[in-house]
């Protein structure tokens, strides 16, 4: 494309410009202001706290839980034993950042975000994607995926 230097929006290229600046804006500010960040803290919490049950509790009754290289988790108990064991072998200092919410409808959105966690001298980075619902203005996770992407010493 060949842009002289003195080209200039047109009013109409000035609205659409605007409207895109400000609906970009919308939705980073919509995102942090999403009922989930809260959820999330309330987690990141607990599991600094080392609580696995409380951590579980985050999750439905029936939720799925998919780690790096291991069975599929179904349920709370086998979600707070897989935490426990974390836990207990040392698994602490979670740090977590949003990269997207999305809302789906009025019951469910999906979350991708990145993690980090210590273990030993170690810190491993890791990317998830959680499906939560929203039941009775509770948003618990339904779904969570998570791949390891990075271990440092």
Same mark, same amino acid.
């Given at each position: 494309?060949?842009?002289?230097k003195? #080209? ?16 970009t804006l ?9 009922p989930?960040?809260?959820?999330m803290a309330?987690?990141t ?12 509790g ?7 839980l998919?780690?790096?290289?291991a ?8 979600? #707070? ?7 207990r ?17 009025p019951?469910?959105?999906v979350?991708?975000?990145? #993690? ?23 948003w618990q ?13």
């Amino acid at each position: 494309m060949n842009v002289h230097k003195n #080209a200039r929006l047109t009013p109409r290229g000035r609205e659409l410009f605007v409207f895109l600046i400000f609906a970009t804006l919308a939705s980073a500010a919509s995102a942090q202001d999403h009922p989930i960040v809260a959820r999330m803290a309330e987690f990141t919490k607990a599991c600094h706290q080392k609580d696995a049950e409380a951590v579980a509790g985050f999750y439905v009754p029936e939720a799925i839980l998919l780690p790096p290289r291991a069975t599929a988790l179904l349920g709370r108990k086998p979600m #707070a034993d897989h935490f426990d064991k974390a836990f207990r072998g040392g698994a602490g200092g979670l740090e977590y950042k949003f990269q997207k919410i999305e809302q789906i409808g009025p019951a469910t959105a999906v979350k991708i975000g990145q #993690a980090q966690v210590r273990l030993g001298g170690q810190v491993i980075t890791s990317r998830s994607l959680h499906v939560w619902k929203n039941d009775a203005g509770t948003w618990q996770l339904a779904y969570d995926v998570y791949h390891v992407l990075q271990i440092k010493n």
